[in-house]
Structures are given as C-alpha cells and as structure tokens.
C-alpha cells in the first residue's frame, strides 16, 4: 500500500499556471506507475495524465495535451503536475492515484489515491 498526499491547489485566473505535487510514502514508489484524475462538481471522475515507473512514459487525456506535463521524482517519492494556460473547465478537485498495471486512462485499476487538492480556475 502507498500513503499519497497531495498539494498545490488554489484559486487561480484563466491562463495561469499551477504545479500540482503527491508526496508518496510506504511501499516502493518506484514501483508504482502513478496517474492523476479530476472530479468537478456533478461530474465523474476523469483520468488526466499518468506517468510510468521510470518516468519515461507519459499519457495525457486530449483535454489537457500540450498544457499539463505529468513528471516524478523517484528519489524523493513525488509526481507532478504542472498545469499551464488553465482554463475555468480545468477546474476540479485533482486526485493522485498509484497502480501496478498499464491501463493508465482507468481509475479501476488504481489501488491507492490520495485525498485530494481543489483547484479553481476563475474566469
């Protein structure tokens, strides 16, 4: 099991930046491809971008491809999320979440997720 924690959310204006961080603890982090997802309100969660073990496979929803770059830090058990130009559909709450497999885009086949950091984007 992974502990993950995440930071970095706010309130921001239309084109801004963010960089999103999820803190790791417990198991190997390295072993864990890690992605992230978003819930706005009324909505289902939604797969954002995802990162493989060894950073070097990214995936990105088409929403977001060309704005966010999803990175980590194996060394001190952390992803990213640096979100550039957001726009007011960006926001959500955003969720770091760790898996075992390769179906980066589905939540189901996370294991451990984070609590959550809101980020708003005012327009």
């Known amino acids: 099991q992974v502990q993950l924690v995440e930071s970095g959310g706010g309130l921001v204006q239309t084109g801004d930046s963010l960089r999103l961080s999820c803190a790791a603890s417990g198991h190997t982090f390295s072993n864990y491809g890690m992605g992230w997802f978003r819930q706005a309100p009324g909505k289902e969660r939604g797969f954002v971008a995802a990162i493989s073990w060894t950073g070097r496979n990214t995936y990105y929803a088409d929403s977001v491809k060309g704005r966010f770059t999803v990175s980590r830090d194996n060394a001190k058990n952390t992803v990213y999320l640096q979100m550039n130009s957001l726009k007011a559909d960006d926001t959500a709450v955003y969720y770091c979440?760790?898996?075992?497999?390769?179906?980066?885009?589905?939540?189901?086949?996370?294991?451990?997720w984070g609590q959550g950091t809101q980020v708003t984007v005012s327009s």
């Open positions: 979440a760790a898996t075992r497999r390769t179906n980066w885009h589905d939540a189901n086949d996370y294991t451990d």
